[in-house]
């Protein structure tokens, strides 16, 4: 939601409103524009762009509670490295052999992922039961806080279809000269 005031235009968070089930039907409709964005921002400052998103990250961030969308959790299925199988066997007393094979798969990448979507740790009131010790891929997305967002804006448009925070920044950077 957009609204007037004062000559300057101060934002409320739209992601708050969305219901994450919604979001991917929402983001579809802009593909488009959104394309037209990511052309236009890779030629943009890159100094002034990271400031700009990560000043949106946190501030939308700080409005959104994560466990009124798990979307992330539900449909993609994050990288697990040697260094997560590692810290979840022994957060879950399992040897690592065993929980390799209770819950992870080699992708076509030849990275290990969960086997199953949505995510084997996610509970039924949107908590992760190894939130402490989740994957790095976890605790890194949706990306919109790491340096050089100039590199993730492909990766950006299709996290818009999943993740409502993503969804709004880009929607920011629209309305923006930059
Ligand atoms: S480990 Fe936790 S944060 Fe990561 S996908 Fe599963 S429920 Fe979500
Ligand atoms: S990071 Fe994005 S997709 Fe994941 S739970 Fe939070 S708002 Fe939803």
Same mark, same amino acid.
């Given at each position: 939601?957009?609204?007037?005031?004062?000559?300057?235009?101060?934002?409320?968070?739209?992601?708050?409103?969305?219901?994450?089930?919604?979001?991917?039907?929402? /983001?579809?409709?802009?593909?488009?524009?959104?394309?037209?964005?990511?052309?236009?921002?890779?030629?943009? #400052?890159?100094?002034?762009?990271?400031?700009?998103? @990560?000043?949106? @990250?946190?501030?939308?961030?700080?409005?959104?509670?994560?466990?009124?969308? /798990?979307?992330?959790?539900?449909?993609?299925?994050?990288?697990?490295?040697?260094?997560?199988?590692?810290? +979840?066997?022994?957060?879950?007393?399992?040897?690592?052999?065993?929980?390799?094979?209770?819950?992870?798969?080699?992708?076509?990448?030849? #990275?290990?992922?969960?086997?199953?979507?949505?995510?084997?740790?996610? #509970?039924?009131?949107?908590?992760?039961?190894?939130?402490?010790?989740?994957?790095?891929?976890?605790?890194?997305?949706?990306?919109?806080?790491?340096?050089?967002?100039?590199?993730?804006?492909? +990766?950006?448009?299709?996290? /818009?279809?999943?993740?409502?925070?993503?969804?709004?920044?880009?929607?920011?950077?629209?309305?923006?000269?930059?």
């Amino acid at each position: 939601m957009v609204v007037f005031s004062c000559r300057s235009w101060v934002y409320e968070s739209i992601a708050t409103v969305i219901a994450p089930e919604n979001i991917k039907g929402i /983001a579809r409709q802009r593909n488009e524009a959104t394309r037209k964005l990511i052309t236009r921002l890779a030629s943009s #400052d890159k100094r002034r762009l990271d400031n700009i998103v @990560h000043g949106f @990250h946190h501030e939308i961030f700080s409005k959104y509670n994560c466990m009124q969308c /798990a979307n992330c959790c539900r449909s993609l299925g994050p990288r697990i490295t040697q260094r997560d199988i590692e810290v +979840l066997a022994k957060t879950l007393k399992q040897k690592q052999q065993s929980f390799v094979e209770t819950y992870l798969r080699i992708d076509s990448d030849g #990275d290990y992922v969960f086997k199953q979507m949505p995510c084997p740790f996610l #509970d039924g009131d949107n908590s992760c039961r190894v939130y402490q010790h989740r994957p790095k891929a976890c605790r890194e997305y949706p990306h919109t806080d790491r340096p050089r967002f100039y590199q993730l804006l492909a +990766l950006s448009a299709k996290n /818009a279809e999943v993740c409502p925070v993503v969804y709004e920044i880009l929607l920011r950077l629209e309305k923006m000269k930059i």
